[in-house]
């Protein structure tokens, strides 16, 4: 994942969100569930980089639909240089939600354009977006997506300790 990558655009999911699909390979070590401080965890089914959240890609959207922006976001996305690199810093993280607690293990990832897209998403969408730390969530308890991070400030309050 360090070498140059321009992955094909992957469109906006039906929830509404922008995810940069990373290769299963990558991950193929991590074992299937993973007991930590008491809680059981499974290895997420599939690994991504949440470019755009729900409600912040729903929005996007709805500008573009109306012919309002350009550069298009596929457009800027295409003009990146996906390449990103594993940093081993991993992170267990808590939110409590209706349902009950949800725990997320995700690790850092070192992808610059992922700073690049959003503050350029932003200015051609004349709303600056916050930002977020490339990450990838690898294990989930509680639910089967995981913890969403919009945002650093969310990383900080949802944060528990580092693995």
Same mark, same amino acid.
């Given at each position: 994942?360090?070498?140059?990558?321009?992955?094909?655009?992957?469109?906006?999911?039906?929830?509404?969100?922008?995810?940069?699909?990373? %290769?299963?390979?990558?991950?193929?070590?991590?074992?299937?569930?993973? =007991?930590?401080?008491?809680?059981?965890?499974?290895?997420?089914?599939?690994?991504?980089?949440?470019?755009?959240? +729900?409600?912040?890609?729903?929005?996007?959207?709805?500008?573009?639909?109306?012919?309002?922006?350009?550069?298009?976001?596929?457009?800027?996305?295409?003009?990146?240089?996906?390449?990103?690199?594993?940093?081993?810093?991993?992170?267990?993280?808590? /939110?409590?939600?209706? /349902?009950?607690? $949800?725990?997320?293990?995700? /690790?850092?990832?070192?992808?610059?354009?992922? $700073?690049?897209? +959003?503050?350029?998403?932003?200015?051609?969408?004349?709303?600056?977006? %916050?930002?977020?730390?490339?990450?990838?969530?690898?294990?989930?308890?509680?639910?089967?997506?995981?913890?969403?991070?919009?945002?650093? =400030?969310?990383?900080?309050?949802?944060?528990?300790?580092?693995?």
């Amino acid at each position: 994942m360090t070498q140059a990558w321009h992955p094909r655009w992957p469109g906006f999911n039906s929830r509404g969100s922008l995810l940069l699909s990373l %290769p299963d390979e990558a991950f193929a070590q991590l074992p299937p569930t993973l =007991a930590l401080d008491g809680i059981a965890f499974e290895r997420k089914r599939e690994f991504h980089v949440t470019l755009l959240d +729900r409600e912040t890609g729903t929005r996007i959207r709805a500008q573009e639909l109306a012919g309002a922006v350009r550069p298009s976001v596929r457009e800027l996305f295409e003009g990146e240089d996906w390449q990103c690199r594993r940093t081993d810093a991993r992170w267990l993280l808590r /939110e409590d939600k209706p /349902e009950g607690a $949800v725990h997320s293990i995700i /690790e850092l990832l070192d992808l610059p354009a992922l $700073v690049r897209f +959003r503050h350029n998403v932003g200015w051609a969408h004349g709303q600056p977006l %916050p930002a977020t730390p490339a990450h990838v969530t690898l294990y989930v308890a509680g639910n089967d997506i995981g913890i969403g991070l919009a945002s650093k =400030a969310e990383f900080q309050r949802l944060r528990l300790r580092r693995l």
